[in-house]
């Protein structure tokens, strides 16, 4: 079976490697349409060998499309997703328009794929922060039961797009040659910008009434949703990082019954999507460098907490464009094509 395809936000960051994506993965798809903002209607773009022309994203483009993946922005999906969802297409959201709506399933296809049995036409595709840390957490979970979770992030500039990587070049190539100007990074629509190059910014997104960041709140929310896990005891800080590709986690958790380190070794190694990396005696650790472009979630430095027995730490990375967003996206696609739960 052939499917018709639309990317919303095709000249993005996201939007661009979910274009890749699809190609690499042989996606069942009959056509590609390449969606974006005015601004880019008329040029063209490569997929696959196939040139493609750029058109505006409007509620008649989706006529006909089976897939829209969105990745231009929360406003966009407000906006469009019902419209195209209302045109026959499963829309798949990578923003976080839809992922706290109880109506809509907020999927990791490795941690909650039952979820996708209910949909109104819009699948969540969750936070990339979120997606990283539930595709470990989920197996240990199921071993021994999960008590709490204490996140701190080390995410990468792409996450904010194409034009925070631009930022972080461009100061870096600067850097102890002259003030930088930033504009975009931590949040752009807020009033102060500081540089990245050379820093660490402890703002993602903005901040909300009890302190914690809405980045923070997304990563505390979405991992208790998927894992319909509603009472887990769980905090996050999230930290921008000058790195391009690759979202780092420090995760310290507690499960209900003990697990020895061959065991939580081993769950690990079984886990679907997850890698092992973890030979300190060989110097042997995931790194966000190593993990752009690669498909899984690396796990390592773990490590038995030295009071408590329940306690778990360890170090999670993950490419934040393709696990924490494109290739969970087009996995989830994939999926409900498995379960036969989208007909072409
Ligand atoms: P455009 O390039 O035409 O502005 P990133 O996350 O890398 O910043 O990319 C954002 C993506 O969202 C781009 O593809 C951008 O298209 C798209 N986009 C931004 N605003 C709109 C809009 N109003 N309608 C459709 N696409 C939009």
Known sequence: EQYQVAIVGATGAVGQKIAEKLVERNFPYSHIKLLASSRSAGQTAKV??????????KPEAFDGVDFAFFSAGGDVSRKLAKEAAAR??????????????????????EVNPQALHEHNGIIANPNCSTIQMVCVLEPLRQKAGLKKVIVSTYQAVSGSGAAAIDELTKESHALGLSEPSPQ????????????????????????????FTFEEMKMMNETKKIMSLPDLSIAATCVRVPVVTGHSESVYLETEQELSLQEIRDVLTAAEGVVLQDDPTAQVYPMPLYATDEDPVFVGRIRK???????IHLWIVADNLLKGAALNSIQIAEKMIAQKEVSS
Do not use: C, W
């Open 305 to 311: 907490d030295p009071v408590e027995k329940t306690g």
């Open 184 to 211: 975009v990074l931590p949040v752009k629509s807020q009033p102060k910008h500081y540089p990245i190059a050379g820093n660490l910014l402890p703002q993602i997104d903005v901040f909300e009434e009890n302190g």
């Open 48 to 57: 696959g060998g196939h040139t493609y022309t750029i058109e505006e994203a």
């Open 88 to 109: 026959g297409a499963v829309v798949i959201d990578n923003t976080s328009a839809f992922r706290m709506d109880p109506d809509t399933p907020l999927v990791v296809p």
